[in-house]
């Protein structure tokens, strides 16, 4: 299965396919109005705006992590209005190559989708080409979506405090190194990782120019881990944990499951301890 894009593959797609949906989905953690001011300024021509925390995340409460997976009824709901049903081909992009797109991607998927891809480069690289940006705000048909949710692509917290114990799937820490160590948290009122995880930086499967890795460099970057095991991916609050699952599955892992609430869904149960030393190698 594919999950990328090239723009040239787009701008063909395109000339012969009216019905692809382009989906923005640009967002700033720091600023979180700052994703739909620019989609407001300019974005590609068509392309409709899903915002992190408003589409693609629930309400936070006091467990299930800050960007907790949304309704799907509620999900499917605001598809079917942006035009897109089970069978529309979609396209997201990003600024660049960040996570946003690849959590748009993950949800899509989630819901049962098959036909979404991420825009390599994204909208700096569409720029970059000269390509014609826009500020109209297109109307889209609405289409009923119907969610057929991959449950077993998702596991919860009682599914990782088993995993300590059986240590029968592979946890992966999306999260910078010095935040998996503990050395900073500018998020959380604790500062760690969950006992026995593994840490591979989600933009480290990106290469030097910030371009996503191919399978070969891929295959090379995660050969520590072992295929025949379940994977399950993790970050800070189920985003950054989005592009390391696409990578892993461009690597060829059949099984890789995300943990929705991650790191910030573990801390919020006072008794669960946090670990600071590299468990990575172990």
């Not at 705000?137 to 991959?150: E, G, I, M, S, W």
């Not at 910030?210 to 050969?223: A, M, T």
């Not at 461009?250 to 008794?271: H, R, T």
Request: aromatic share 10%; glycine share 8%.
């Amino acid at each position: 299965m594919s999950y990328l894009i090239s723009i040239e593959e787009l701008v063909e797609k395109l000339s012969n396919n009216p019905e692809i949906v382009i989906v923005d989905a640009r967002y700033q953690l720091n600023n979180p109005e700052a994703g739909r001011e620019a989609y407001d300024q300019s974005h590609l021509p068509g392309a409709v705006y899903f915002d992190l925390e408003q589409d693609l995340s629930g309400t936070p409460g006091e467990h299930g992590g800050n960007h907790p997976l949304p309704n799907v009824e509620v999900f499917a709901e605001k598809l079917g209005k942006a035009g897109i049903d089970q069978d529309t081909p979609v396209i997201v992009y990003d600024k660049g190559n960040d996570m946003f797109a690849p959590r748009f991607w993950w949800n899509l998927y989630f819901m049962g989708h098959n036909q979404v891809y991420i825009l390599e480069g994204g909208f700096d690289a569409w720029m970059e080409e000269g390509l014609s940006v826009t500020k109209e705000v297109p109307h889209k048909k609405t289409r009923a979506f119907k969610p057929k949710p991959r449950l077993d692509e998702i596991v919860d917290i009682e599914r990782i405090k088993e995993n300590i114990q059986s240590k029968t799937a592979i946890l992966v820490d999306s999260r910078s190194y010095d935040r998996y160590l503990g050395q900073t948290e500018p998020l959380y009122k604790k500062a760690g990782h969950i006992p026995g995880a593994k840490n591979y930086f989600w933009s480290d499967v990106l290469d030097q120019n910030g371009n996503w890795k191919r399978k070969e460099e891929l295959d090379k970057h995660f050969s520590k881990l072992d295929k025949t095991k379940e994977i399950i991916v993790s970050c800070g609050s189920g985003v950054s944990a989005t592009p390391n699952i696409i990578a892993l599955k461009m690597a060829g892992f059949q099984n890789v499951k995300l943990y929705p609430g991650s790191y910030s869904d573990w801390i919020s149960y006072e008794e669960n301890e946090v670990e600071t030393k590299d468990e990575t190698n172990d």
